[in-house]
């Protein structure tokens, strides 16, 4: 007789493959949905609105504003919602300079690592043994990532042009260990940070004279080539071992 069993969709390999990419699916979901949906609610507008309720609370309930903030930011990176660079404004802006870059730099920390996770529990893992396992030109690029994982994690957060949401999402796609992308993420989002924050901290003068802040500060000159400069750093090793490699052929 023939075996009328089905081992197509509803074996439990397919199923397990599906629940493994539930978060990342989630993820995705509640982006596409907060992208058109929080928009006005996660602005530069609703912060001006808000900003002397904010006040009144922190000056209440200093703990719980720290607490009550560093949930919703981690809640805005690990969703990829709209509003990551008000928040981090807001940072600055009721923390002062410091400590309010701290909290910005660990809760983006946090939420970049809950898109890792997610990332590679759902692709990299499967997706990091096949590039192992393959030949030719992805086993290349695959080793030459792992050879200079520290270097690319920081190029990556060091560089502006590089979306946040990508660079979370690459290292889980390649195998990186969640230790090694934790600390670069930190260590190489506080240049960035730092100045975000500070025109956070100010925004209580340009709240009084009707303006709104320059997002773009991070472009000019002299805020943009020292984070080049640190770029710069990163990429020399990769630089030399690649050209060390050329010579040895």
Same mark, same amino acid.
């Given at each position: 007789?023939?075996?009328?069993?089905?081992?197509?969709?509803?074996?439990?390999?397919?199923?397990?493959?599906?629940?493994?990419?539930?978060?990342?699916?989630?993820?995705?979901?509640?982006?596409?949905?907060?992208a058109?949906?929080l928009?006005?609610?996660?602005?530069?507008?609703?912060?001006?609105?808000?900003?002397?309720?904010?006040?009144?609370?922190?000056?209440?309930?200093?703990?719980?504003?720290?607490?009550?903030?560093?949930?919703?930011?981690?809640?805005?990176?690990?969703?990829?919602?709209?509003?990551a660079?008000?928040a981090?404004l807001?940072?600055?802006?009721?923390?002062?300079?410091?400590?309010?870059? !701290?909290?910005? =730099?660990?809760?983006?920390? @946090?939420?970049?690592? #809950?898109?890792? /996770? $997610? &990332?590679?529990?759902? %692709?990299?893992e499967?997706?990091?043994?096949?590039?192992?396992?393959?030949?030719?030109?992805?086993?290349?690029?695959?080793?030459?990532?792992?050879?200079?994982?520290?270097?690319?994690?920081?190029?990556?957060?060091?560089?502006?042009?590089?979306?946040?949401?990508?660079a979370?999402?690459?290292?889980?796609?390649?195998?990186?260990?969640?230790?090694?992308?934790?600390?670069?993420?930190?260590?190489?989002?506080?240049?960035g940070?730092?100045?975000?924050?500070?025109?956070?901290a100010?925004?209580?003068?340009?709240?009084?004279?009707?303006?709104?802040?320059? !997002?773009?500060? =991070?472009?000019?000159?002299? @805020?943009?080539?020292? #984070?080049?400069? /640190? $770029? &710069?750093?990163?990429? %020399?090793?990769?630089?030399?071992?690649?050209?060390?490699?050329?010579?040895?052929?």
């Open positions: 007789m023939t075996d009328m069993t089905d081992t197509g969709s509803n074996s439990p390999g397919t199923k397990g493959g599906f629940a493994r990419r539930l978060p990342l699916i989630a993820i995705l979901v509640v982006a596409a949905v907060g058109f949906t928009r006005d609610y996660l602005s530069f507008d609703a912060l001006a609105e808000n900003r002397e309720a904010l006040i009144a609370f922190r000056n209440a309930n200093y703990a719980l504003t720290v607490a009550a903030f560093i949930a919703a930011y981690v809640v805005i990176v690990a969703f990829s919602l709209p509003g660079t008000i981090t807001t940072g600055g802006f009721l923390f002062a300079t410091f400590p309010g870059a !701290l909290f910005n =730099i660990t809760a983006a920390t @946090i939420g970049a690592a #809950i898109i890792f /996770l $997610a &990332a590679r529990w759902g %692709l990299g499967k997706l990091s043994q096949k590039m192992d396992a393959s030949d030719g030109a992805v086993k290349k690029i695959k080793t030459a990532i792992d050879a200079n994982q520290w270097e690319a994690l920081f190029l990556i957060r060091l560089v502006p042009a590089v979306p946040f949401f990508v979370n999402l690459v290292p889980a796609l390649v195998g990186v260990p969640l230790s090694r992308f934790a600390i670069s993420t930190f260590l190489g989002i506080i240049p940070a730092l100045v975000y924050t500070s025109v956070g100010g925004l209580g003068e340009v709240f009084a004279r009707g303006e709104t802040p320059n !997002l773009g500060i =991070i472009f000019e000159p002299h @805020i943009l080539l020292p #984070i080049l400069g /640190l $770029a &710069a750093l990163a990429a %020399l090793p990769i630089i030399l071992k690649a050209l060390r490699g050329k010579k040895g052929l």
